[in-house]
């Protein structure tokens, strides 16, 4: 039975902590998180331990795994802990504000001989490894233009850090750090970035577009917004013998609406898309089985160094106005 | 009554326009010239007018206006012919191939005092202008941002000869949607950046463009002009937008007004627009400024300054640096 401590029991920790309880072999023995109250409650159904402090899980706990669900700038203190602890880690995006941080990061984890992994989980939702799998059997040809998009609403986390850009590092380094993966999962490293967005700029919403331009000669496009309502995503490649296009508002295979008694307004109408086994679920086994069976993970720690490079080169292309070669 | 001249069918927009002078009550086609005289009874036979195969013969008839639809590096020697001839004169975009040209068509019609149209039909798609009164209401708030894309099927014929067309995708594509936005916003885009390449077809030209544009409102926009709808997709192409403002986003399918059809003889699905037509729109207005001798909204300027993006994204798209404008 391996036993995994959980830091941080906001959107993402429990999250997780729900993934483990769904698997066999794994049990999560402590969580920790400053807000007592939200980690008593993600903590009480599991029989877990609670910790007030991140760091008085990884000195104090007995567990094999320390799952990072930590805002982005906690990453690396908490993730170097951990593997210097001896803990294998797991650590949700981005791995890290800086490309310094994350090299840091890797080093150590490899020093003390654990297993890392980071949440790159697009690479197990259900819609993009059927994309992927199409463009690799030739199904659009060559991959000449690509579109992906992710828009949401402003999340919010703990004390807004989402908002604080030198924190989260905006729509960039958060939300299509997913995209940026992905594309470089499906057409290899990028040669050139070139970006704008709001940023670096007083206005208050965060949106993003970036155009990458790949080794393979692949242009892509990358939309990023916390500027949208709910939360939706496209994704569009076309080649030299066809085009394939996704986008998550049409892939509802239900949606619900619910008239409330009394209520002048009409109800949203919520669509969904349920799947058997959530893509963080598929995520977090593949990390277990890794540890359990002494395998390296499919994601790797370069994996996660190189979208955060493509995401930062952004963000400097957006401060010089200026395209930046990697 | 309007008396109509038409000044080649290379470009296939002129069947459309000359469908439209067609079905109006206030003109008359008169006098059509084509370089391939091989269509002339077809073109005839559908449209009426006389047919010439030497446009000079053709400006000596009593027209009021000429439609030109020649291969865009022909527009200058048309238009300018046909100013000189004191015809008012609707061209087809793009304006001309260069600077010089547009230049010298616009010194042409404003010397000899002629209307000069360029044919942004966009202008009058009632979802557009819906899009247009919402910016200018300020329901969206502050524009921060804009993705846009114009995509199509690739042509073929001239339009991927670089002596005819200039270009390919970009020289296309990338002047409908530049025009729109400079309408909405009554603002200039200062600065181009592009990744732009032949990456699809076997042709000469481009047929892949990604620009990203800056406003001297500050607005930020990308815009992608390629060639990327293959053979078996459902309709031609698109105009669509995602405006984001601080207060909310307008997002815009401009031809989205359609039904799917599925026939076995076809065998691909099919879109069927069934919105206004927009080259009526386009049409008819000109025609009733020419009628009316009251100016004309799309100017010869117009078409410049959506031509003078066009060239700075094809300079970027070389030298891998943003292009200054103004
Ligand atoms: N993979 C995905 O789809 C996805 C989605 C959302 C977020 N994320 C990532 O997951 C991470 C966490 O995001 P979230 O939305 O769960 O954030 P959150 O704000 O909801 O949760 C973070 C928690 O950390 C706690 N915390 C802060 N400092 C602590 C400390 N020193 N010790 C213990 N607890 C501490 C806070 O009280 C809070 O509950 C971020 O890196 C984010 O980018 C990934």
């Known amino acids: 039975m391996l036993k995994v401590g959980i830091l941080g029991a906001g959107t993402m920790g429990s999250m997780h902590a729900n993934c483990y309880a769904q698997l066999p072999d794994v049990e999560v023995v402590a969580i920790a998180d400053k807000r007592t109250d939200l980690a008593r409650k993600v903590a009480e159904p599991l029989g877990a331990r609670v910790y007030e402090e991140a760091d008085e899980l990884i000195e104090k706990a007995d567990v094999d795994i320390v799952d990072v669900c930590l805002p982005t700038p906690m990453h690396k203190e908490f993730v170097v802990k951990a593997a210097r602890a001896g803990k294998h880690v797991f650590c949700e995006k981005p791995l890290a504000l800086t490309i310094e941080d994350g090299e840091e990061m890797i080093n150590e984890c490899e020093k003390a001989g654990v297993k890392f992994m980071v949440g790159h989980v697009l690479r197990y939702f259900h819609e993009y490894v059927a994309i992927k799998k199409q463009i690799d059997a030739g199904a659009i040809g060559k991959p000449a233009v690509v579109r992906a998009s992710r828009c949401a609403s402003q999340p919010l986390g703990w004390q807004d850090w989402y908002r604080k850009r030198e924190m989260s590092g905006g729509v960039c380094l958060d939300l299509i750090i997913h995209d940026f993966d992905f594309l470089r999962w499906c057409f290899g490293d990028v040669e050139r970035v070139y970006a704008k967005g709001t940023t670096f700029t007083d206005i208050p919403v965060e949106y993003a577009l970036v155009t990458l331009r790949f080794k393979n000669g692949v242009i892509a496009h990358v939309e990023g917004s916390w500027a949208h309502s709910g939360f939706f995503t496209t994704f569009e490649a076309a080649g030299t013998d066809g085009l394939l296009y996704f986008d998550s508002r049409t892939a509802s295979p239900i949606r619900i609406f619910v008239r409330r008694k009394g209520e002048e307004k009409a109800a949203v109408e919520v669509p969904e898309s349920p799947v058997n086994e959530s893509p963080y679920l598929r995520e977090i086994r593949h990390f277990v089985e890794c540890v359990a069976q002494d395998k390296e993970p499919e994601i790797t720690g370069r994996d996660a160094l190189e979208a955060i490079r493509i995401a930062i080169a952004a963000l400097d292309s957006m401060k010089t106005g200026k395209p930046v070669t990697l | ?326």
């Open chain 2, 1 to 326: 009554m309007v008396k109509v001249g038409m000044i080649s069918f290379a470009h296939m927009h002129a069947y459309s326009y000359a469908s439209c002078l067609k079905e109006l009550p206030n003109a008359e086609i008169v006098a059509i010239y084509n370089e391939d005289t091989s269509i002339a009874d077809d073109l005839v036979k559908r449209f009426g007018g006389k047919f010439f195969d030497d446009y000079h013969k053709l400006l000596e008839e009593d027209l009021d206006a000429v439609i030109v639809c020649s291969a865009n590096a022909d527009h200058k020697e048309h238009v300018v012919a046909a100013a000189e001839a004191g015809k008012h004169v609707l061209c087809e975009k793009p304006i001309a191939t260069t600077i010089e040209d547009a230049e010298a068509m616009i010194e042409a019609c404003r010397k000899a005092g002629v209307k000069f149209g360029i044919a942004f039909p966009c202008r009058y798609i009632p979802a557009v202008r819906r899009a247009k009164e919402a910016i200018e209401r300020g329901e969206i708030g502050r524009i921060v941002g804009i993705k846009g894309t114009n995509h199509g099927t690739m042509p073929g014929g001239w339009f991927v000869v670089k002596e005819k067309s200039g270009g390919g995708a970009v020289m296309d594509h990338t002047v409908h949607v530049v025009d729109l936005w400079r309408w909405f916003m009554k603002s200039e885009v200062v600065e181009v950046y592009a990744e732009a390449d032949t990456l699809i077809h076997d042709i000469e030209v481009d047929d892949v463009g990604m620009l990203t544009l800056l406003f001297d409102n500050g607005v930020f926009a990308t815009l992608d002009t390629s060639w990327s709808r293959p053979k078996a997709f459902p309709t031609w192409g698109d105009v669509t937008m995602e405006i984001v403002g601080e207060e909310g986003v307008i997002s815009l399918d401009a031809f989205a007004q359609d039904f799917d059809l599925y026939n076995n003889k076809v065998m691909k699905a099919q879109w069927i627009y069934w919105g206004d037509n927009m080259d009526m729109g386009l049409i008819s207005d000109f025609i009733d400024s020419v009628e009316k001798d009251r100016p004309f909204m799309i100017t010869g300027e117009d078409g410049l300054r959506a031509l003078e993006v066009v060239l700075a994204a094809y300079k970027s798209a070389e030298t891998h640096q943003p292009v200054r404008l103004r």
